[in-house]
């Protein structure tokens, strides 16, 4: 459910607005509450999706100390689950109370995207693949569980339902990192990994005086050019094939699960699958600007998923 445009509010440390939620919501890359859904699911699915917004808002556009901003995001976020306490002091967290006490809503996912974001604060380029895996399992896989919570879908830890909820939820991170290599690099990160940087001949090298007060990272050599070169669009292709091949193998879980919830994780899919579209119809160029996922694309995916859900 990430959406890496800047928030209003959140670069003055204040959780962002209903306007800017509603504003992050229309830019994502897949519907995230179906207006054909019934409206308890919607509710509950935005509730989650407002938290998740303003914790990543907070990591990413906040003046001042990020850091000590998050961990009073945290502090207050531990408060919906106090039954007998004062509750929390955030609106978005205020909404949230209902949803997470009477629908079993975990606790856990939501400290794996405020450590996500700690980290953002402290590394800004990951060396290889798996190293970027494991950044994804703090930021990507929290998102997934979350939605399979939201909808009461029984996962066992480590089971098929909640594999396929990860793979699902890195690929659709990753293909938004892919789109989005232009204004990562303008916060001084890098997510393509370094290693493949090399192997494609992409000369980039970083230097960081001190993100943990927000002043961002500089990144210099290609990824600095208004347009990618030939060797970094070959990469962005190559990346975005490893990202569609992991939501593949995720997508099974779609199958797996009944009513809303198949609807719901086939629309996800679906937009992944778009935003790999974005990427092939701008011909891999990630610096000209983010390409844009289009809605109709998202819908086209949507009816083949649930059909070979189905099969």
Sequence with gaps: MRDSRSAHGAATGRPPGEARLRQAEQAENFPVAMRVLPGRLRLRLRAIYDVVRTIDDLGDEADGDRVAGLHAFAEDLAAVWIRNGPGPRAPVLRRLVPVARD????????????????????????RTWDELLGYCALSAEPI??????????????????????????????????????AEDRDRGRVYLPAEDLERFGIPCSWHVPGATTGQPGVVEGDLRATSSSPALRWLIAHETARATALLDEGAGVVGRLQGWARLAVAGYVAGGRAAADALRRADWDVLAGSPTTRRRDVVRHIVPELIRSAL
């Design 103 to 126: 629908g079993g809503l975990p606790r856990e996912p939501f400290d794996r995207l405020i450590a996500a974001n700690l980290q953002d604060q402290r590394v800004m380029r990951y």
């Design 144 to 181: 997934g569980r979350l939605v399979l919570a939201a909808f009461e879908v029984a996962a066992p830890p480590g089971g098929v339902i909640e594999r396929g909820a990860d793979q699902v939820s890195t690929a659709l991170q990753l293909l938004e990192h892919w789109q989005d290599v």
